[in-house]
């Protein structure tokens, strides 16, 4: 049956109908050898759809796994500019995966994908308020008066933003191991947030992302999720 192309890439679980039409307007799409373009139609059955190159599959099977991404790795599944990419750390995970939001290149810790679009949407949309955990070591001069800023603030940038759950682990000299949860995840929101309280970032990892936990997973190796941890995200 003949359907729109970014109906169909949404249903494949690679993006939502929105991050596709944007693939399409890319160029990154193609049907029967052919770049598509937005508002076009295709036929699954009848068609070769092709994303980045690569067939598209229409399955009720999906992937979930967690990387742990080592600093120096970038969020996405190609670069322009010749980063290394998360893609080349999980090559060999088997099938198309995309990862569930971002970390910058200079963080670490844990990175959700999968290739169900409706679980990532629901694992990224601000009304589950899903919480991500961090530990951030950060260097400053006064940080316990660092720290209670950063614990009432309630706007960054002039936008608002829901307070962060602050908890000092350890003290270390100028510096101090920190937890924070946050649930919003804007563009670089922590070290924006500790820059604000003059705090400098020396090491950010994320540790956990709503009941999705990194464990003792060594950097650049990943895992399948857990059946518990697939029922969690599915039921969001």
């Not at 950010?204 to 936990?213: D, H, K, N």
Request: glycine residues 10%; hydrophobic residues 40%.
């Amino acid at each position: 049956m003949t359907q729109r192309l970014q109906k169909l890439i949404s249903a494949a679980g690679i993006a939502s109908r929105r991050a596709a039409e944007d693939m399409i307007r890319a160029g990154r799409v193609t049907v029967n050898g052919q770049t598509a373009s937005l508002g076009a139609s295709a036929d699954p059955d009848t068609d070769r759809i092709e994303v980045d190159g690569e067939p598209l599959r229409l399955s009720d099977k999906r992937r979930y796994i967690v990387l742990h991404k080592p600093r120096g790795y970038v969020t996405t599944m190609h670069d322009d500019r010749g980063r290394p990419t998360v893609a080349e750390l999980v090559h060999d995970a088997g099938g198309r995966l995309y990862p569930v939001g971002r970390l910058d290149m200079d963080s670490e810790g844990l990175l959700i994908l999968t290739d169900d679009g409706r679980a990532a949407n629901a694992l990224m949309h601000p009304s589950h308020q899903v919480d991500k955990v961090y530990t951030v070591f950060v260097q400053g001069e006064n940080i316990p008066a660092a720290l209670a800023k950063l614990r009432a603030m309630d706007s960054l940038e002039g936008e608002s933003i829901a307070r962060p759950g602050v908890t000092l682990v350890e003290r270390q000299g100028n510096g101090a191991e920190v937890q924070i949860v946050i649930h919003e995840g804007k563009n670089r929101q922590i070290r924006r947030m500790c820059a604000a309280c003059g705090l400098a970032v020396r090491r950010l990892i994320r540790v956990a992302e709503g009941q999705v936990t990194l464990g003792a997973l060594p950097p650049g190796k990943w895992r399948n999720m857990t059946a518990d941890e697939i029922s969690y995200i599915r039921n969001l």
